[in-house]
């Protein structure tokens, strides 16, 4: 009997179980958090790093969708630009939230101590 035959969870060498192998869940180790738990998570932590995946993936799309009405741009141009302007997404997120988290740091918290005194 193979163990994907089997009914009963399996506990693997990482501590993860696999339910039935007709379900074919996976069920995180006891403590840890399900994927969509920890992208929450990393989401309110940084709040920017899906709105710099979302811009990357809508340049991306947007790129893609334009690939016919490229003209006689050659393909590799056409490539070089939209990595270009997807990676210019990524790090307008990044800069934004060095930023935000600048003014959060330093602004924000000397203006109440500045009232204070």
């Known amino acids: 009997m193979d163990w994907a035959e089997t009914s009963e969870p399996q506990l693997l060498t990482s501590g993860a179980r696999i339910m039935s192998a007709n379900k074919g ?6 403590g840890e958090d399900s994927v969509s738990e920890k992208f929450l998570r990393k ?6 790093v899906p709105v710099g995946l979302g811009g990357c993936l809508a340049v991306a799309a947007y790129r893609i ?3 016919k009405a ?3 741009t050659k393909m590799s141009i056409h490539l070089i630009h939209t990595r ?4 210019a997404c ?3 997120a990044v ?5 935000y988290t600048m003014y959060r740091d330093y602004i924000k918290r000397t ?3 500045a009232g204070e005194k």
């Not at 270009?84 to 990676?87: K, T």
């Open 70 to 72: 490229r003209g006689s």
């Open 43 to 48: 989401t309110r932590e940084s709040p920017l």
């Open 111 to 113: 203006a109440p101590d």
């Open 95 to 99: 800069m934004l939230g060095a930023v």
């Open 25 to 30: 869940w996976w069920v995180p180790p006891e």
């Open 90 to 92: 990524a790090v307008g």
């Open 84 to 87: 270009v302007a997807a990676q």
């Open 65 to 67: 969708y334009r690939l």
